[in-house]
C-alpha cells in the first residue's frame, strides 16, 4: 500500500519554500548563455537539478496532490518575483545610480524565462511527480531508486525539450546545432546529477518520513487537505 504524509506540517512549508527559492534563482541564471568547451546550457543548468530532487521528495513523501499544490505555489511566487522584476526596472533612476542598462539587461528577459520555465517545469515536474506516485502505488516503499530514475528521466526530458525551446532566443542560441546541443547537454547534465544523486535524495527522503509523525496514513486521508477524507487521483 502506498503511504504518504499529510501537507499540514511545518517540513512541506519548508520544503515549497526551499523549491520556491531555487526555481526563482534558476530563472534569473538561465538568463545568461554558458559555453563551457563544446557545451552550450545557461547559468541556471546546476540549479535545475536541486529542483527536480525536492519535487521527488515532495512527490515520494507527501503524494501527488500536494505535490501539484507545491508546483503551483512555486510558479506563483516566480510571477510575483517576475512582477516585482518590473516594477524595479521601471522605477525612475536616481541620478548617481549607472546600473539600469545592466539591471535592465539582467533581469528584463526573465519574464520570457519565467514562462519557459513555467510550461516546462509545470509538464516536466507535474508528470515526473505522477510517476513517482504511480509507481508507489504499484510497489509500495520498495525499488525507490527506480522509481526515481524513471520518473526523473521522463520529467527532465519533457522539461528540457519545452523550456529550451521557448529560452533558446533569450540566451542568443541561432542555430539548430546549438539548439539541439542544449536540450541534449542540459537533459543529461540534469538527469545524471539526479540519479547519481539519488542515494543522498533517498536519505533525505528517510528522515523527513521519520520526521513526520503522521507518515504512513492511508493515501486518501494524508492527500486530503487538513486531513479530511478526499479521493486519491
Same mark, same amino acid.
Request: net charge neutral.
Given at each position: 500500500?502506498?503511504?504518504?504524509? =499529510?501537507?499540514?506540517?511545518?517540513?512541506?512549508?519548508?520544503?515549497?519554500?526551499?523549491?520556491?527559492?531555487?526555481?526563482?534563482?534558476?530563472?534569473?541564471?538561465?538568463?545568461?548563455?554558458?559555453?563551457?568547451?563544446p557545451l552550450v546550457t545557461d547559468g541556471?543548468? %546546476?540549479?535545475? =537539478?536541486?529542483?527536480?530532487?525536492?519535487?521527488?521528495?515532495?512527490?515520494?513523501?507527501?503524494?501527488?496532490?500536494?505535490?501539484?499544490?507545491?508546483?503551483?505555489?512555486? %510558479?506563483?511566487?516566480?510571477?510575483?518575483?517576475?512582477?516585482?522584476?518590473?516594477?524595479?526596472?521601471?522605477?525612475?533612476?536616481?541620478? %548617481?545610480?549607472?546600473?539600469?542598462?545592466?539591471?535592465?539587461?539582467?533581469?528584463?528577459?526573465?519574464?520570457?524565462?519565467?514562462?519557459?520555465?513555467?510550461?516546462?517545469?509545470?509538464?516536466?515536474?507535474?508528470?515526473?511527480?505522477?510517476?513517482?506516485?504511480?509507481?508507489?502505488?504499484?510497489?509500495?516503499?520498495?525499488?525507490?531508486?527506480?522509481?526515481?530514475?524513471?520518473?526523473?528521466?521522463?520529467?527532465?526530458?519533457?522539461?528540457?525539450?519545452?523550456?529550451?525551446?521557448?529560452?533558446? =532566443?533569450?540566451?542568443?542560441?541561432?542555430?539548430?546545432?546549438? %539548439?539541439?546541443?542544449?536540450?541534449?547537454?542540459?537533459?543529461?547534465?540534469?538527469?545524471?546529477?539526479?540519479?547519481?544523486?539519488?542515494?543522498?535524495?533517498?536519505?533525505?527522503?528517510k528522515l523527513i518520513k521519520r520526521a513526520?509523525?503522521?507518515?504512513?496514513?492511508?493515501?486518501?486521508?494524508?492527500?486530503? =487537505?487538513?486531513?479530511?477524507?478526499?479521493?486519491?487521483?
Amino acid at each position: 500500500m502506498a503511504r504518504f504524509a =499529510p501537507a499540514g506540517s511545518g517540513l512541506y512549508a519548508i520544503i515549497t519554500a526551499i523549491m520556491a527559492t531555487v526555481l526563482i534563482l534558476s530563472n534569473i541564471g538561465a538568463s545568461k548563455g554558458v559555453q563551457i568547451g563544446p557545451l552550450v546550457t545557461d547559468g541556471g543548468f %546546476f540549479l535545475f =537539478p536541486l529542483a527536480y530532487i525536492v519535487g521527488d521528495v515532495v512527490a515520494e513523501v507527501y503524494g501527488f496532490k500536494n505535490s501539484r499544490r507545491a508546483v503551483i505555489t512555486t %510558479f506563483a511566487l516566480s510571477i510575483f518575483a517576475v512582477v516585482c522584476y518590473w516594477i524595479i526596472i521601471n522605477l525612475p533612476p536616481a541620478d %548617481f545610480y549607472d546600473g539600469q542598462q545592466a539591471l535592465e539587461r539582467t533581469l528584463g528577459p526573465v519574464w520570457m524565462i519565467v514562462v519557459a520555465s513555467l510550461l516546462g517545469f509545470l509538464v516536466g515536474q507535474l508528470s515526473n511527480a505522477w510517476f513517482m506516485v504511480r509507481m508507489k502505488r504499484s510497489f509500495g516503499e520498495k525499488v525507490l531508486f527506480g522509481r526515481i530514475a524513471v520518473s526523473t528521466l521522463i520529467g527532465e526530458f519533457l522539461d528540457t525539450l519545452v523550456f529550451c525551446s521557448i529560452a533558446t =532566443p533569450v540566451i542568443g542560441i541561432e542555430t539548430v546545432g546549438q %539548439f539541439v546541443n542544449y536540450v541534449v547537454v542540459g537533459f543529461l547534465f540534469k538527469s545524471a546529477v539526479e540519479i547519481i544523486l539519488a542515494p543522498v535524495t533517498m536519505w533525505v527522503m528517510k528522515l523527513i518520513k521519520r520526521a513526520e509523525p503522521a507518515y504512513g496514513v492511508t493515501e486518501k486521508r494524508a492527500e486530503a =487537505p487538513g486531513g479530511s477524507e478526499a479521493s486519491a487521483e
